[in-house]
């Protein structure tokens, strides 16, 4: 059976530090769904349909193994609903661990057949996160080499 894991959250936008975790759990998993949270409570810099084509972009060339979704209401429904064995988070550093544990915790209790996995990004994109991104770019400072080049077009697109 085909091992298939989620790798949720907002991608707005997506980083480079994104592209390195979907790229790491490409080798762990046969099929890494991308699902990017709708939640109407956020006022995002990019709509939804605007981040499903970014991702599609980038990941275009894994399109055999990594599928792009949107999700609403609790993660761990959706994750049943469509047989993922796991939940894939990026964690850069202790503070995100403390962010992650009551997640996964509440996540295991509702669900105890779906595992969540920390992957670790690269040294050089383990600082970056998207509100650093929007902050810094929106500032004029520069965010090239920190998220694919096709988002920073788009982000300069917003700015018109
Ligand atoms: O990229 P983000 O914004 O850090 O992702 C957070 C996300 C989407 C993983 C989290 O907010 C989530 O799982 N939301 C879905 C609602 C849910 O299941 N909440 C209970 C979590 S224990």
Redesign the pocket.
């Known amino acids: 059976m085909a091992r298939r894991a989620i790798y ?5 936008p997506l980083t480079n530090g994104h592209v390195d975790i979907i790229e790491r759990a490409c080798h762990i998993f046969d099929e890494v769904i991308v ?1 990017i ?1 709708i ?1 109407p409570d956020k006022h995002p810099m990019f709509t939804v349909a605007e981040r499903i084509e970014m991702l599609k972009e980038v990941t275009g060339a894994r399109a055999s193994q990594v599928v792009i979704e949107t ?1 609403e ?6 994750a049943r609903q469509r047989q993922a064995h796991a ?1 894939i ?1 990026g964690v850069r550093s202790i503070k995100d661990y403390e ?1 992650e544990l ?3 915790l ?2 295991r209790r ?1 669900n105890p057949q779906v595992e969540t996995v920390f992957l670790i990004a690269s040294e050089e994109n383990s600082y970056v996160s ?1 509100s650093l991104i929007k902050e810094v770019f929106l500032l004029g400072g520069s965010i090239e080499g920190l998220v694919p080049h096709s988002v920073i077009e788009r982000m300069k697109e917003k700015l018109i």
């Open positions: 949720p959250g907002s991608f707005d699902a949270l939640n999700f209401g609790l993660l761990v429904e959706y939940i988070r962010y009551p997640m996964v509440m996540n509702l998207s």
